[in-house]
């Protein structure tokens, strides 16, 4: 099935980079989440060039085309897919790229979370493969097969909660939500035997963290997560993620202590009264411009320190 070029979009949410924008009538993932379209808007920079890099073992970061990093797995029949570009054509283009490294089929895309740069490219894969993410990922998408029913070959076929062990042709994987983060379906996939997670948007190195509270979403619950993480046995020494480069134990470790520090910093001055404007402005962070549709990192710890029971 393919989606017509030139569908109308408008009036949903969609999160691309950490910027919302206005998106509908296409492959909705309610609210900040995935569009499946098939033509670029009138206008776009042309998107940097796929590149495939190996991480380690048979672990490869895909970077480039439209859409946050992805990664795949060359099995010994089969490859595997982590999360699925913004576009069908960037998919397509990426899973080109793939066979020059792997000329095996794919057999299944794992999706770390619902946002759209991740996921919009679901309409491109090829007819049998597998889609599988967190049950609350799942439900995140629902929306879009309730006003388009033709796009539910496009939903994940197969869900999980909690934890759930794969065996990719050999490779051990286990998959593990520790709730609200990110969103509230976030997929961790560690992959023990080369001491490496693939992390979705959890890990951000150099800027704030993006929380999506309209997808219940937690700043202390990315906490949680990011230390489930570190805790993880056996120990792990790369974490990849949608939008950096591969970062180590240390700068996780170090992105928790900032992350601590600013809410520490933020419950203090509730404790001395001071109101949220003064709060963002102690912290640098101006009024929200009439295009920003979301909160800021501050506002966030704010807001979940004063509802505290």
């Known amino acids: 099935m393919k989606i017509a070029r030139g569908t109308k979009l408008s009036n949903f949410y969609l999160i691309l980079q950490g910027a919302v924008l206005i998106i509908s009538t296409a492959f909705l993932v309610l609210p900040a989440s995935g569009v499946i379209t098939s033509s670029n808007p009138a206008g776009q920079q042309t998107n940097p060039p796929i590149t495939i890099n190996k991480v380690r073992d048979n672990i490869y970061m895909i970077k480039g085309g439209s859409g946050a990093n992805c990664y795949f797995l060359a099995g010994k029949k089969t490859n595997l897919l982590i999360d699925a570009k913004m576009?069908?054509?960037?998919?397509?283009?990426?899973?080109?790229?793939?066979?020059?490294?792997?000329?095996?089929?794919?057999?299944?895309?794992?999706?770390?979370?619902?946002?759209?740069?991740?996921?919009?490219?679901?309409?491109?894969?090829?007819?049998?493969?597998?889609?599988?993410?967190?049950?609350?990922?799942?439900?995140?998408?629902?929306?879009?097969?309730?006003?388009?029913?033709?796009?539910k070959n496009f939903l994940p076929s197969e869900t999980?909660?909690?934890?759930?062990?794969l065996d990719f042709e050999g490779t051990k994987l286990e998959l593990r939500n520790f709730g609200p983060a990110h969103t509230r379906g976030d997929t961790v996939i560690f992959i023990a035997v080369s001491k490496v997670a693939i992390a979705g948007d959890l890990v951000f190195i150099g800027r704030d963290p993006l929380i999506h509270k309209q997808k219940n979403g937690s700043f202390f619950g990315l906490i949680k997560t990011l230390e489930s993480m570190l805790a993880y046995k056996p120990e792990i020494e790369l974490f990849l993620s949608g939008h950096a480069d591969p970062a180590s134990r240390q700068e996780v470790s170090e992105l928790v202590k900032s992350l601590k520090e600013k809410e520490a910093r933020v419950r203090g001055m509730i404790q001395q009264k001071k109101t949220l404007e003064e709060i963002k402005a102690a912290f640098g962070v101006g009024p929200a411009s009439a295009s920003s549709r979301r909160p800021s990192l501050i506002e966030i710890i704010y807001q979940e320190i004063t509802e505290e029971k």
């Open 87 to 151: 576009s069908p054509e960037s998919l397509k283009e990426m899973l080109t790229e793939i066979q020059k490294i792997s000329a095996k089929p794919l057999s299944l895309v794992i999706l770390t979370h619902s946002d759209g740069d991740h996921v919009n490219g679901l309409s491109g894969l090829p007819g049998g493969v597998k889609i599988l993410a967190h049950k609350k990922t799942y439900e995140e998408m629902l929306p879009a097969v309730e006003q388009r029913p033709e796009l």
């Open 160 to 165: 999980y909660e909690g934890i759930k062990n």
